[in-house]
T-cell receptor, first 111, second 113 residues
């Protein structure tokens, strides 16, 4: 039973434009969320997080938005750069250090 | 300087064999994890150790046995390998046992033939 879903397996965006990656979750107990970025043949690396007490968290070009009522979060990358091309995973936790991951969205930024 | 390292990077073996994957972290973290990423790209936690103590043990066949000789190492031993064990196995670590970012190793691609 997949509690975290990323329904878009892939996304292509022109360089300089906005990339929006989406993530949905089903467990209302989840209250902490992270985004990871993964390059081929490497492990995921942490990108940005958000707690359920916030609805937005920003770090440079990356912003995560959380809509608790819709059980939905999104990652915005502005402006997108070719080096952002990677697989992006969202992960959610309802407590402790146990995180549930989505299946990832492969982002391609076209120069 | 590799923060979380895994060996081997690739492992090809036959059904029924026993194999081990090793993981080491040099970050001074207290907690380590094993994840399995299957063919559908679903990344799922298997085990977590905090200071050598097992704290997360998801529903995993008992053919999988983690071993933590010290807090910098977490090895995964798999007995009687099956075709369905083919996957990428990631080791990770975090500072404590709370909600923190986890640092992942590069993964071990296991192929069972």
């Amino acid at each position: 039973d997949q509690q975290v879903k990323q329904n878009s397996p892939s996304l292509s965006v022109q360089e300089g434009r906005i990339s929006i990656l989406n993530c949905d979750y089903t467990n209302s107990m989840f209250d902490y969320f992270l985004w990871y970025k993964k390059y081929p043949a490497e492990g995921p690396t942490f990108l940005i997080s958000i707690s359920s007490i916030k609805d937005k968290n920003e770090d440079g070009r990356f912003t995560v938005f959380l809509n608790k009522s819709a059980k939905h979060l999104s990652l915005h990358i502005v402006p997108s750069q070719p080096g952002d091309s990677a697989v992006y995973f969202c992960a959610a936790s309802g407590g402790g250090n146990q995180f549930y991951f989505g299946t990832g969205t492969s982002l391609t930024v076209i120069p | 300087d590799t923060a979380v390292s895994q060996t081997p990077k690739y492992l090809v073996t036959q059904m029924g064999n026993d194999k081990s994957i090793k993981c080491e972290q040099n970050l001074g973290h207290d907690t380590m994890y094993w994840y399995k990423q299957d063919s559908k790209k679903f990344l799922k936690i298997m085990f977590s150790y905090n200071n050598k103590e097992l704290i997360i043990n998801e529903t995993v066949p008992n053919r999988f046995s983690p071993k933590s000789p010290d807090k910098a190492h977490l090895n995964l031993h798999i007995n009687s390998l099956e075709l369905g064990d083919s996957a990428v196995y990631f080791c990770a670590s975090s500072q404590g046992r709370g909600r923190e970012e986890q640092y992942f190793g590069p993964g071990t691609r296991l192929t069972v033939t």
